[in-house]
């Protein structure tokens, strides 16, 4: 797959088409880890990973959303017993 060099500013960068991110699973605000392997000329693309802590507060986050979803639905529900 080719992707063109575009000016963006003073500042280049690509814009990955729709199935590149579908198979890196990318999300706005995603923070990648670039490398540059010189001898072959290619750039090596890693995504960052999060500490055991970033994790582990995502994962509460995303609980207290469910939890929270859970009791509004509950209203709705309590209403109509």
């Known amino acids: 797959m080719e992707i063109k060099i575009r000016s963006i500013g003073n ?3 690509i814009i ?3 199935q590149i991110t579908r198979i890196m699973n990318f999300h706005i605000e995603d ?3 670039l490398d540059v392997d010189t001898e072959r000329e ?3 693309m890693e995504r960052k ?3 055991l802590k970033e994790n582990l ?8 959303e469910d939890n929270l979803a859970f009791v ?8 109509e017993i």
């Open 16 to 18: 990955f088409p729709k």
């Open 42 to 44: 290619r750039l090596i």
């Open 57 to 64: 507060l995502d994962g509460i986050i995303a609980s207290q």
């Open 49 to 51: 990973k999060k500490s």
């Open 31 to 33: 923070v990648i880890e």
């Open 11 to 13: 500042s280049m960068g």
């Open 72 to 79: 509004n639905d509950f209203d709705e529900l309590e209403g």
